[in-house]
């Protein structure tokens, strides 16, 4: 499939030339081509492997006097290429996701646990993530309200403040899992606790955030970004 895949965007190239007026530099220019978009060295060679096939066809066939696919190259990977490929891999594997999680809640981070199990389980952007108030949250139905997102000012203003979602479409409702409905239960009965012995600023648009720092503040995107990337590389 991968090789009948890789055939048809050469032909849709070059289909409409004769095989024998095609030379090697065309084959060359079409494999780097494809290097400098987002497919894999693996890819590469797959469709090299059916351009091997297709002219050996042709020149077994007196349709050209030799198969040249063998003066070419899989060019190597660019910049570019190697950064469009690792664009491309915004998932985890199963059992990458496990040990994601684990090293997380062992960095220690308050809530950083909860946020990456979270965004794992509902693709919720860590903007996203990090605006959810308890008004948003229906822990019996196991349901959340995308509405907002937690934006940081700049340095000279200083604070942070609730802005819209970047498009309409950003605004939804999501389900979440029994692994996710069971931390943020317990959370809950955190947030009751800390309500009564006003550890919450009644005064503060913030004071109903599901996740904050250890004085009831707003978390920082990079705070929680650098431990996920410390963890991820790792």
Same mark, same amino acid.
């Given at each position: 499939?991968?090789?009948?895949? #890789?055939?048809?965007?050469?032909?849709?190239?070059?289909?409409?030339?004769?095989?024998?007026?095609? $030379?090697? #530099?065309?084959?060359?220019?079409?494999?780097? /081509?494809?290097?400098?978009?987002?497919? #894999?060295?693996?890819?590469?060679? @797959?469709?090299?492997?059916?351009?091997?096939?297709?002219?050996?066809?042709?020149?077994?066939? %007196?349709?050209? $006097?030799? @198969?040249?696919?063998?003066?070419?190259?899989?060019?190597?990977?660019?910049?570019? *290429?190697?950064?469009?490929?690792?664009?491309?891999?915004?998932?985890?594997?199963?059992? /990458?996701?496990?040990?994601?999680?684990?090293? =997380?809640?062992?960095s220690g981070r308050r809530n950083a646990f909860q946020i990456a199990?979270?965004?794992? &389980?509902? %693709?919720?952007? =860590?903007?996203?993530?990090?605006?959810?108030?308890?008004?948003?949250?229906?822990?019996?139905?196991?349901?959340? =309200?995308?509405?907002?997102?937690?934006? $940081?000012? *700049?340095?000279? $203003?200083? %604070?942070? /403040?609730?802005?819209?979602?970047?498009? /309409?479409? &950003?605004?939804?409702?999501?389900?979440?899992?029994?692994?996710v409905a069971a931390e943020l239960k317990k959370m809950k009965v955190?947030?009751?606790?800390?309500?009564?012995? %006003?550890?919450?600023?009644?005064?503060?648009?913030?004071?109903?955030?599901?996740?904050?720092?250890?004085?009831?503040?707003?978390?920082?995107? =990079?705070?929680?970004?650098?431990?996920?990337?410390?963890?991820?590389?790792?």
């Amino acid at each position: 499939k991968v090789r009948v895949v #890789s055939l048809k965007l050469f032909l849709e190239k070059h289909g409409a030339h004769f095989i024998s007026k095609l $030379e090697v #530099s065309d084959i060359q220019s079409f494999l780097i /081509e494809r290097r400098d978009s987002d497919v #894999s060295k693996h890819t590469l060679a @797959n469709l090299r492997t059916a351009l091997n096939l297709l002219f050996g066809y042709a020149a077994t066939h %007196g349709y050209i $006097e030799e @198969n040249y696919i063998s003066n070419t190259i899989i060019p190597k990977a660019n910049k570019k *290429s190697q950064q469009l490929i690792a664009a491309k891999k915004k998932y985890l594997e199963k059992d /990458e996701i496990k040990t994601f999680l684990t090293g =997380v809640q062992s960095s220690g981070r308050r809530n950083a646990f909860q946020i990456a199990l979270l965004m794992i &389980s509902t %693709g919720l952007r =860590v903007g996203e993530a990090l605006a959810l108030t308890w008004k948003d949250i229906d822990l019996k139905k196991q349901e959340l =309200v995308v509405n907002k997102t937690l934006f $940081e000012k *700049s340095a000279d $203003e200083g %604070g942070f /403040e609730f802005t819209p979602p970047k498009t /309409e479409d &950003s605004n939804r409702k999501i389900s979440f899992n029994n692994d996710v409905a069971a931390e943020l239960k317990k959370m809950k009965v955190q947030y009751n606790k800390e309500k009564l012995i %006003g550890y919450r600023d009644d005064e503060s648009e913030f004071k109903d955030l599901v996740f904050t720092g250890r004085f009831g503040q707003p978390v920082r995107a =990079v705070t929680i970004g650098a431990v996920f990337n410390q963890i991820y590389k790792a």
